[in-house]
Structures are given as structure tokens and as C-alpha cells.
């Protein structure tokens, strides 16, 4: 059964930092593209950054520059370190995984089967 647990949300000021984790377990971890996403009451979920099973590593314009994804196999751990927060970058964060993923017309989303959540973690970002 495949999991995905984040952690490392939390309360900050506007120009601090957060990193977030997400232990996956239960699916083959190398091989799938797994990414973050967010959402605020209200609206839909948005991609925020995503890496595929090549490493390459795509983000929402909205966060390019501020925002960095990356991963850790041998702990089968990905996170999300974002730098420079704004209040507009308050929402719940998810952990994400699936076969495919991609980036069109800034619209990050996974395609190709079964998509994976976790539970999600808050990141409130106070101007």
C-alpha cells in the first residue's frame, strides 16, 4: 500500500523559510514521479514543483527561484525547501505521486495512473 506522510509545515513571517518532507513507502520510489502541491479554501489544487523519475525538475512560475524540490532515495524522502515566503504562498500542502507527470501552460499536473496523496500539511505565511 503506498503512503506519502508530510511534515515541516508551519507559521513563519513573510521572507522566511520552511522545508517540507514526505516519507514515501509502499511503491517502487526511483521509478515514479512525485511532486507537491497546494490549496487554499475555496480553490483548486495547483502543482507547485514536481521531479520525475529522470530528476528533471519543473516548478509554477508563481515559485521558480524561491521554491526548491528534491529527494533523497536512500531515505525515500522528498521535500520541498522554500525560501523568500509570501502570504500567497499560505496554503495546505500535499505530496503527490504517480506514473507521469508534466508542466503545460504552467499547469503542473500527473497523468498515466493512479495518483498517490498524503495528508497534507499547513503553511501559513504572515505579511
Known amino acids: 500500500q503506498v503512503q506519502l506522510v508530510e511534515s515541516g509545515g508551519g507559521a513563519v513571517q513573510a521572507g522566511g523559510s520552511l522545508r517540507l518532507s514526505c516519507a514515501a513507502s509502499g511503491y517502487t520510489y526511483s521509478s515514479v514521479c512525485m511532486g507537491w502541491f497546494r490549496q487554499v479554501p475555496g480553490k483548486e489544487r495547483e502543482g507547485v514543483a514536481i521531479?520525475?523519475?529522470?530528476?528533471?525538475?519543473m516548478y509554477a512560475d508563481s515559485v521558480k527561484g524561491r521554491f526548491t524540490i528534491s529527494q533523497d532515495n536512500g531515505a525515500n524522502t522528498l521535500y520541498l525547501q522554500m525560501n523568500s515566503l509570501k502570504p500567497e504562498d499560505t496554503a495546505m500542502y500535499f505530496c503527490?505521486?504517480?506514473?507521469?507527470?508534466?508542466?503545460?501552460?504552467?499547469?503542473?499536473?500527473?497523468?498515466?495512473?493512479?495518483?498517490?496523496w498524503g495528508q497534507g500539511t499547513q503553511v501559513t505565511v504572515s505579511s
Open positions: 503527490a505521486a504517480g506514473p507521469k507527470c508534466a508542466k503545460s501552460n504552467d499547469v503542473i499536473y500527473f497523468f498515466g495512473g493512479t495518483v498517490y
Open positions: 521531479i520525475n523519475s529522470y530528476r528533471n525538475r
